[in-house]
């Protein structure tokens, strides 16, 4: 499920806040934290092309389905400070929480 998003070094997130949400492209975590949540009864899931075309900005959508990235250092997540769970923005699938963040230079965080 959170695989489908892992695409070169950089994934897609959506990130919850109690008043709404937003989504944005953010560096990836390791693909072993991403490949966690699979299962043989879960994975590999399959949208339809045309509904993620529907559902997902463009960068979002070259990101997660086209091997895209942006370059290091200039996503929205970048210095975002804000609380709240990340999940993916394809699948909805919780990644982290933002009380495992930390000041590390490196932008990896401990997965749910």
């Avoid at 390791?30 to 043989?40: D, Q, Y």
Wanted: hydrophobic letters at 35%; one cysteine or more.
């Amino acid at each position: 499920m959170a695989a489908l998003l892992r695409r070169g070094l950089f994934v897609a997130l959506h990130h919850t806040l109690g008043q709404g949400s937003h989504s944005v492209c953010h560096p990836a975590l390791p693909a072993a934290l991403l490949g966690a949540c699979r299962t043989k009864k879960t994975w590999p899931v399959k949208f339809p092309k045309e509904e993620l075309k529907k559902r997902l900005t463009p960068a979002q959508y070259h990101v997660t389905q086209e091997r895209g990235t942006e370059s290091a250092f200039t996503g929205g997540f970048t210095h975002n400070k804000d609380e709240g769970t990340y999940t993916c923005v394809v699948c909805n699938t919780a990644l982290f929480s933002s009380d495992t963040k930390f000041d590390s230079g490196s932008g990896k965080l401990k997965p749910i």
